[in-house]
């Protein structure tokens, strides 16, 4: 019966070094031999789909950049929308407000204005001259006169601030004067007209054709 395991026994350190290491592979291949065809397409189907994988997840990254992208557009159209209308909009309601107040100034001016004017003349029209006698005569005729110089003074104001009351605004429905043709100022003229009008024309050149002819005729004398 042998002995148990003594560490003091011999034990071939050569032999335990080169002792052959497990050559199978991570697919159970052997590395030291050739892949056989079941091997190889079983390699092929793990590669296809880790290609179909990467794939998936370029589709996915792609949808992902185009969400983005879209993301970045809608938020560059919010500012310079947004920018855009602040500008328009505050630019508006100045304007806005201070044409309203114009209208609200002008509105309270015309609504005094018509107001003196409807008191002047139910002034005016209160006066009767008719029953005026003899005794009181002098003293309503200077109530009257006094009463059309104050109405006198409204009318004229009124006149100052508005001019639609001396009848500065033409209606738009007055005709520009009509512009007459050349051949219509012709057909109206007489032969008269039409020879001088002839003449006016012509005159430079038959100035230089006499001039011409005359010296012409001073040359062929003094030959």
Known sequence: MPADYDGTDFVDSDFQSTKKPDLTGAHGVSVGRPPTREEIETKVGETQQRLLSLKRMQEELERERAALEEARRRRSEYQTGREEMLQSLTRGVGLLEEAEFNSRRDAEQLARTLTELREALVKVQSVHDETWTQDNYSVELTRALTIIDNARMEWNAARLKWPLLNGQIASETESAPAVKS????????????????????????????????????ALLVRH
């Open 182 to 217: 050349p051949a219509a100022s012709f057909e109206s003229m007489n032969f008269a007209g039409l020879c001088r009008l002839g003449l006016a024309l012509t005159w430079p050149l038959v100035v230089v054709t006499l001039g011409a002819l005359g010296v012409l005729i």
